[in-house]
């Protein structure tokens, strides 16, 4: 009877390991499935940038480099760089605080001028309208793919208005 109690705890042992191997199998597979995600709409928004902005300089950021996903050089019709924008795109399903601590640090790190999140449209900040197309949170831009252009449009207007208004003072000066 020991022995026989002793088998079934062996197999036991044995099944709770594969149990164990084949959830941290999943747990991988998903987290892989996950990544995948992340880089398509990083490669998404990459070429809709590029696509509507011709005259700007639009950079990947190398995987495993800290700052951002898409680097965005605002260029003038006359050549002239105007300023940078900072693209962090995040495909998870809540919003998370530290996503803006983290934009914030690679703006530095990068000089960007204006640093810009695109989120799912469930991940906003818990605050705002769910239907609001995009908005300023503590001083980083956030939006949804589908409005992702739209609001560089609207910064990036901003952006050579003030590049514009610096060399009018600089003249003056």
């Known amino acids: 009877q020991e022995r026989a109690a002793l088998e079934k705890a062996e197999l036991q042992k044995k099944l709770d390991d594969a149990a164990a191997r084949l959830a941290d199998a999943q747990r991988k597979m998903e987290q892989g499935s996950q990544q995948l995600q992340g880089e398509v709409l990083e490669l998404a928004l990459e070429e809709s940038l590029v696509q509507a902005f011709r005259l700007d300089t639009i950079e990947e950021v190398k995987k495993g480099v800290r700052g951002g996903d898409v680097i965005q050089r605002v260029t003038t019709r006359t050549g002239q760089a105007a300023g940078v924008m900072l693209w962090e795109t995040k495909r998870a399903k809540d919003w998370s605080p530290q996503w803006v601590t983290k934009l914030k640090e690679d703006m530095r790190s990068a000089s ?50 003030v590049h514009k208004q610096r060399l009018i003072s600089a003249g003056k000066g």
């Open 112 to 161: 960007a001028d204006v640093g810009i999140l695109v989120t799912m449209p469930t991940a906003v900040p818990k605050e705002w309208d769910a239907q609001q197309p995009f908005g300023l949170h503590e001083d980083v831009w956030v939006t949804t793919w589908s409005h992702a252009v739209s609001l560089a449009e609207v910064i990036r207007v901003g952006l050579i208005d």
